[in-house]
């Protein structure tokens, strides 16, 4: 196994879940709103436990009674289709031309 390959099967963190809401529909509407908040909850549920993972801390020295602490984030993030799609790629058997 290559380096690519290892870091894409050792060093993903593989993110997933399904809900199912019922919500009010007056007059056959949902309002967009409900949707909206529901779907940025489901993210943080399914997604949040990665925080200590993917963002970085720091504690600067202190002043005055007060800290600076500062957050910072660089990652990647692709829906898994293409994520199988990229491995499969990368795992395709290379036959020599002798057979």
Known sequence: ?????E????NVYVVGGKLKENLDAPNGVVYSMDIEAIRDEFFNFTSGYLASELVDVKKNYPEKDTMDIEFKTDFVVMRREHFD????????VKVDDNG
């Open 1 to 5: 196994m290559g380096r690519k390959e």
């Open 85 to 92: 799609e990229l491995i499969a790629l990368d795992m395709e």
């Open 7 to 10: 870091i894409l099967q050792d």
